[in-house]
């Protein structure tokens, strides 16, 4: 719950000490910065590592959240107003221009004091050690993974993100988490109040190495700041469910993220997935495994079992479509979080909330992208097979964005019918309660609806380019020319910021939200 506690007068020492030290920081970087010519990568991150610790001992000194908030919101308006400014060059630094030519900022000294505001907001009290040690491990992991990546940082990770990502970086991001959590939760023991208290030691030790490899994989998997974000509240979200939540256990959390790093490094061998594609699948799938337990892991596993067989398949049928949709069959990090970010956020409101209802929306989201998965590929597979455009009805040439045909449609219906019949083979008690049937009818519907949604999208707003080289329209905004030069696509129709990805997250929103707002009109649900 949202706690804002009244100022105490007795805080405001420690409050401009606060305010001192960070300006003092502050100006030692422009300092070191602009009279010294220390690198700003090496000043930021040292920054950083400071600032880390500085807020692992804030809640010792404050006996109120107040002037916390007060100082965290501060810095955050700081460092957004230097960011547009251009004023701290310690800060910021130079924009970073990726592969593509794109001028990249990071987001990182204003989202840095934005997560301490947010965790300080709803930890404060009983669980403000979590805060503590979610912000130690930001501080000091985060800081040694880009310094030690920088100096040593050889062997760079393919295929994950557009900031380059080190070996040598992701294991300086390992060990030092792995240190951090381990003597943190020791130290804190006397704090836990839920599911971590009594536990033995080695159950622990395993909770902290399973933590290290979840902040590790999002620190390499996100850019330009984002880690900030989301590294602490990593740490929080698994810390809080496990102490507050009974249905939670450490026993099930670990055996859900060994499931997920299977399941990632399986994908990788078979080629389902590329290296940020099977990152992003062992994050949220060690939420789904081990939070949801096999009743949530079962319906995702259909979805992804099946969709990502039925994408391997008819390789020469499909051959002429590989340069037409924006990527191939082997999927990454954006991809799965298209198709499965939608049920991963409804993985984690349930399991803050327990609201049954959620679960028909994360079932909804699921028949979504099966839906929309299998109308493409059985579309493009279907011998023969007539497509028409879903907003004028004119024939258009199959895998055309907006194209829908009967086979793939369906597909459709089936595939979404696939994903609650998993569900049904569980013996969820809320689908009996709803009635089987009717629970099939639903999702069914819902995902179907979803596939039509996604269509229609792609037909009027998503981007579609026309590629100069092999003269045709595609999806892709860059052709490769025979001499391995990128050549820039035109854009034809549609909006540059609207790819895929989107189209499918938006599918899997509206596929959600039907079979929510259908389930919790028709039937009153109790745990």
Not at 220 to 239: C, E
Not at 416 to 442: E, F, K, R, Y
Not at 460 to 469: E, F, G, L, R, S
């Amino acid at each position: 719950m949202v706690n804002i506690q009244s100022p105490s007068p007795q805080d405001m020492p420690s409050f401009f000490l606060l305010l001192t030290l960070v300006g003092f920081f502050l100006v030692l970087g422009e300092l070191l910065t602009r009279k010294f010519s220390v690198t700003p990568l090496v000043v930021r991150k040292v920054i950083h590592l400071c600032m880390g610790v500085v807020m692992f001992f804030i809640p010792s000194y404050f006996s109120s959240n107040f002037y916390p908030l007060a100082a965290a919101f501060l810095f955050a308006v700081v460092g957004l107003v230097s960011l547009k400014a251009g004023i701290l060059q310690s800060l910021h630094g130079e924009p970073v221009v990726t592969q593509e030519g794109e001028r990249v900022i990071s987001y990182g000294p204003v989202l840095f004091p934005l997560v301490f505001f947010l965790q300080a907001l709803f930890l404060w009290g009983e669980h403000v050690w979590i805060l503590q040690i979610s912000m130690l491990v930001l501080g000091i992991g985060d800081a040694l993974a880009a310094l030690v990546g920088t100096a040593a940082g050889g062997r760079h990770i393919e295929n994950l993100t557009k900031s380059r990502k080190s070996i040598e970086g992701s294991m300086a991001m390992f060990i030092s988490s792995l240190v951090i959590l381990s003597v943190s939760i020791f130290v804190f023991r006397d704090a836990f109040t839920g599911g971590l208290v009594g536990q033995p030691i080695w159950k622990l030790l395993a909770l902290a190495l399973l933590l290290a490899l979840l902040v590790t994989a999002v620190e390499a998997l996100l850019s330009w700041g984002l880690d900030n974000l989301f590294i602490p509240l990593a740490i929080a979200y698994v810390l809080y469910v496990v102490d507050v939540n009974s249905m939670v256990t450490i026993d099930g959390l670990l055996l859900g993220g060994l499931f997920a790093l299977f399941i990632a490094i399986f994908s990788i061998k078979v080629k389902f997935l590329n290296n940020s594609g099977a990152t992003a699948t062992f994050l949220l799938g060690t939420t789904i495994f081990g939070v949801g337990g096999m009743v949530w892991t079962v319906p995702m596993l259909t979805f992804y079992l099946l969709s990502s067989i039925l994408s391997k398949l008819g390789h020469k049928r499909k051959a002429k479509f590989d340069l037409v949709f924006e990527k191939g069959s082997q999927r990454d990090a954006g991809q799965v979080y298209a198709n499965g970010g939608v049920a991963w956020i409804m993985m984690v409101i349930y399991s803050l909330t327990g609201d049954p209802y959620i679960f028909f929306a994360y079932l909804g989201t699921l028949a979504a992208v099966q839906a929309d998965t299998w109308a493409t590929e059985i579309g493009t597979m279907w011998p023969n097979a007539k497509a028409r455009l879903i907003t004028t009805f004119k024939d258009v040439p199959v895998g055309t964005s907006g194209g829908v045909s009967i086979p793939g449609t369906l597909a459709s219906f089936l595939g979404s019918l696939l994903i609650c019949s998993s569900a049904v083979l569980m013996n969820v008690s809320w689908i009996d309660q709803v009635g089987i049937v009717t629970s099939l009818l639903v999702i069914g519907v819902s995902g179907l609806f979803a596939s039509l949604v996604d269509s229609f999208f792609g037909a009027t707003v998503q981007a579609q380019y026309y590629d100069p080289i092999r003269q045709k329209v595609t999806e892709r905004t860059h052709s490769i020319a025979s001499d391995g030069s990128r050549v820039a696509n035109e854009l034809l129709k549609g909006y540059d910021f609207v790819n895929n990805d989107l189209v499918n997250t938006l599918c899997a929103i509206s596929g959600s939200a039907v079979a929510y707002l259908v389930v919790r009109n028709l039937v009153s649900l109790s745990l």
